[in-house]
Structures are given as C-alpha cells and as structure tokens.
C-alpha cells in the first residue's frame, strides 16, 4: 500500500479542462469512460498527442464484482453504469460514469464503499496541469502563515470588482419550453419547462447538441420494471451515437417486421449465410435494424406478415453497423405484439 500511495503521490496531477472527454484504454484505442470538465487526474508518461493518467475514486461495493481478467481485481457489475465518486458518499462530486465490464483495482475500502483505480489514456489537449494553480495558493497561504496581513484597499482606490462572477459552463436551464431528446436526432423523450435546472455533460462535435442531465420524479405505478440484466428505454439513435458503450449490453425493442433476409458479404458485420430480420424501430423510430436470427426461431420469423409488431428482446453485437450505420443485435426471444 505504501508503494502504491508513493507511485501516486510521484504523478502530476493533470485536470480535464472540455467537457465529457474519453478516457481510452490504449491511444487510439478503445474508449472506456466519459470524465467531466474539472476532475483532477493523476498524470503519467506522454506519447505524442496523449498522455497517461490514473482515474481513482470510490464506487459503491455493490455495483462491482470480481473479474478474471489479468491485472484486475474488481469490474463493474451495475448495468448499464455505475458513478465512480471522489469521497465515499452518494452525494461526492462525480469522477466518471463507468460502464458494465468496466475493471478496476481495488485500493481499500470504507463501509460499502470501495476504493478503486485505473490507468488509462487521454487525449493532451484535453488536459491542463493544476501545479501552477497549487503554486499560487500554496503562496497565498505561506504569505499568511508567515505573520503578514493581507493589505486592504488604498484609501480612494476603486474596490468596484474587475467584472461579472464567473459562469459555471456545467450548469443551464432552457431559455424556453423545449423537446428533450433521448440522442442528437433521435426520438423524444419528453418538454422540458423553462428553468429546469439541468448539468452539462458534453456537447456534439458542430456544437449543435448539448448533453443534458436532470433529476425529477414519477408516479411509482407509471414505471414498468425492466428484467434483470436488460435495458428498457434505449433508442437505435443512442447505440449509433455511443456505439461501443452498449455493445454486449440486453435491450428489448418494439419493432415493425420488414422482411426475413440472409446476410452477405456487403453486410460484413453479419456473419454471411445467417438469417436476419429486417425490421424498424425500435418504434416510434423510423430508422431501421438487423436482428440476426438464430435458426430455432427462423420459423416463427418466417410466419409474421409483413408490417406486423413484435416485441424482440436481443443482445447488442453492434451498435452502428459499417457502410450502412443500422444496429446489429441477435434475437433472444421474440413475442409477437396485437
């Protein structure tokens, strides 16, 4: 623990200065976690436009769960994520959002809470170093400690303040009554009321699209309860524009059958020879998605008629499909709808 404690301590703290930016497993590699604007991460060795860091905090001990993988002690259990906090409490200040499979190394722990790591890759650019911040408040508090007062206002000098406080990017309200969108062109999810207290998580490439977050409640009888290990309420849109977060992951779709079709090559992300069932949706999306079918269905998929409704419970194989972009998921059940 002690060796641990010095390896940090040695790193150079480094701070996320955009919103929302990866963490990546390798350079170039596989995305991993979103970290918000402001978070401090321990810095490493740099490799052209990347640098290392570690990501360390505290997830609930319930959401995780041992892992064979190598090097590894603990990975991520709660679907479709877990938060990874800076203090063991529900209410700390958010490091990252961490998806199932997500593994970590375990520090300690404190009651039910575990205290985690991990290294990681981010992107140069996205970084700032906090060691001038530290420097010049660990001056101010010298200039203190050593008897000296901090001088006050000359007489008739100008004490009006420099200019307005600062704007917390993080935080916004819509200006009116606005359309919440489950992704960037996807469907509605619902109007948010003008000064609805939101968080900003990220926003789009073109700067057209802002990621949002609220908290609110509903009617407990209004809820339908998802079956464990599956995902209610994700869209086609937010597997297109997230694609390798939901990979692996269950959803359950409405969807409106088009036609029972065989894959080939010019569907490279479907195995070629396998049936799949050409359908839209998840409803009330317009855009479509490949259901691989496996072959103790195909019958029952053969005998829908064209446009009929089905409710189809899959895995994620892909979530945006190359040349085409439609999600490709394999069919655990399927019911058909009246």
Sequence with gaps: ????????????????????????????GKRLAQVPRGVVVGGGAARGDWQQVTLEGWIFGGSVGPTVRPGFDLAVTRAPDENLRAVPLGTGALVARLNRGF????????????????????????????????????ASRSD?????????????????????????PSRAQPARRTTLYRAPDGPAAGALAPETPLRVLGRSGG???????????VKTADLATAPPGVLVGVSAAELRADPQRYVGQVVRWTLQVIALETADDLRPD?????????????????GFVYVIVPEAKKAAVAALAP?????????????RARFIGNPVVEMLSLEAQP
């Design 1 to 28: 623990m002690l060796g641990l404690a010095q390896r940090l301590s040695a790193q150079a703290d480094v701070r996320v200065q955009t919103e929302g930016e990866w963490f990546f497993q390798e350079p170039d």
């Design 103 to 138: 593994a970590l190394n375990k520090i300690g722990d404190s009651g039910r809470w575990v205290h985690v790591r991990r290294e990681g890759w981010m992107k140069r650019d996205a970084l700032e170093p906090v060691a001038a911040a530290a420097s010049s408040a660990s």
């Design 144 to 168: 203190t400690a050593q008897g000296g007062s901090i001088p006050g206002p000359r007489p008739g000098a100008d004490t009006t303040p420099a200019g307005p406080p600062p704007v917390d």
């Design 207 to 217: 700067g057209e699209w802002t990621r949002v977050q609220f908290e609110g409640w």
């Design 270 to 286: 479907l195995p070629d020879g396998t049936p799949y069932l050409l359908a839209r949706g998840p409803l009330p999306e317009r």
């Design 307 to 319: 446009l009929a409704t089905v409710l189809v419970t899959a895995r994620v194989r892909v979530g």
